[in-house]
């Protein structure tokens, strides 16, 4: 059944001001406001069918970001349907089965999340224990800290989240891109003593070579190498798998340009036996990022043993379909499409500069 054309397309530039509390502050990123380029492609078809885009920035990335755009057109929903490979008629079975049980798995338990909501760089002592209690009451069993801007200040956060969790919950640490090679060996060593499961982005996420000196200097020390949310293709992947230079892939659902790209650096982490743990967070990364981990379980690695998806708690509520998170960790979304409606009375009142929100907080700075 023909579907129509695309008729209109519609991009805008959605800003939330999440700088105003030190929510996404890292070493690199001191005040960002969480933003993102948003499309809407419209159709001409009679049952008003629509799909929608986001590209996650820093607000100041919007505007040079429109070229990068990819559409989420809505998709039909298959999570009581089992895929079925060209086998013969027993394997087909077996296959069924098998897929199913990964099926079920999800459904009951969901796949497993860390939060990263406890401990951004500019979040005051007082904030992080309170975070990170909350956090404990709510069943987190896995957390990670923000370092990279100033050693005695990490020793101090990190020994402070240390006690709060326990030596029996996995603590991960994120430099974002802070150091050089030399500085980011150095750095770890130091941090050590809080048996950190993976040091994240230590350097250029650029530097292949660096990461694989970075690597091989850490396995001493029992920490991992974790690092890809900035590569924006499969090419790069390839390079840290090969060079071993990476223990922990981190996808991300919008630096990778579409689905399939995702899918085809999944199919190189099962290939090269590297745990993906996707990065998420941001404006919608959740959202879009819980289809691609759940795919890869149930039709891809089939395991998750050291496998995790980041979780950040801010933003959802702007969303049409927000991701569910129980028990830490995210369940399979019930809804058709990849997530990532926006409401619009969330886009009208955050548009920037005209929307309200930003408005009065323009209006103020100038006054």
Not at 214 to 220: F, G, H, M
Request: aromatic fraction near 8%; charge should be negative.
């Amino acid at each position: 059944m023909a579907r129509g054309r695309i008729s209109r397309l519609s991009v805008r530039d959605v800003r939330f001001p999440t700088s105003l509390g030190g929510h996404g502050s890292d070493a690199m990123h001191t005040d960002p406001d969480y933003s993102a380029a948003y499309v809407v492609l419209e159709t001409d078809a009679g049952d008003g069918l629509k799909g929608y885009g986001i590209t996650f920035t820093l607000g100041k990335g919007t505007e040079v970001d429109w070229s990068r755009e990819r559409g989420g057109a809505p998709g039909n929903s298959s999570h009581s349907e089992c895929g079925v490979g060209p086998v013969g008629e027993a394997g087909r079975k077996a296959s069924v089965e098998v897929t199913c049980g990964y099926e079920e798995q999800m459904l009951m338990h969901g796949y497993p999340a860390y939060t990263t909501s406890c401990a951004w760089l500019g979040y005051s002592d007082d904030t992080l224990k309170q975070l990170c209690a909350a956090a404990l009451k709510d069943g987190w069993t896995r957390f990670k800290v923000k370092v990279g801007a100033d050693l005695q200040d990490d020793m101090r956060r990190c020994r402070l989240i240390r006690d709060m969790i326990g030596p029996e919950k996995t603590l991960m640490m994120d430099a974002n891109q802070r150091w050089d090679v030399p500085e980011a060996v150095e750095w770890m060593s130091k941090l050590a003593e809080f048996k950190p499961l993976w040091i994240e982005e230590p350097t250029s996420p650029d530097d292949i070579l660096g990461h694989a000196a970075i690597s091989k200097a850490l396995v001493p020390l029992g920490i991992g190498v974790a690092t890809g949310e900035q590569c924006h293709n499969r090419v790069i992947f390839k390079q840290l798998l090969q060079a071993n230079a990476l223990q922990f892939l981190q996808i991300d659902s919008c630096r990778l340009g579409s689905v399939n790209e995702n899918l085809s650096v999944l199919l190189m982490a099962k290939k090269f036996g590297i745990p993906v743990c996707p990065h998420a967070g941001g404006v919608g990364l959740c959202e879009l990022v819980q289809h691609l981990i759940i795919f890869d379980y149930i039709s891809v690695s089939a395991s998750l043993k050291n496998r995790m998806c980041e979780y950040v708690d801010h933003l959802h509520e702007h969303f049409k379909y927000p991701v569910v998170i129980k028990q830490a960790s995210y369940m399979p979304p019930k809804d058709a499409g990849y997530s990532t409606e926006m409401k619009e009375d969330s886009v009208r009142k955050h548009q920037y500069p005209d929307g309200d929100v930003w408005k009065k907080l323009l209006a103020a700075q100038e006054n």
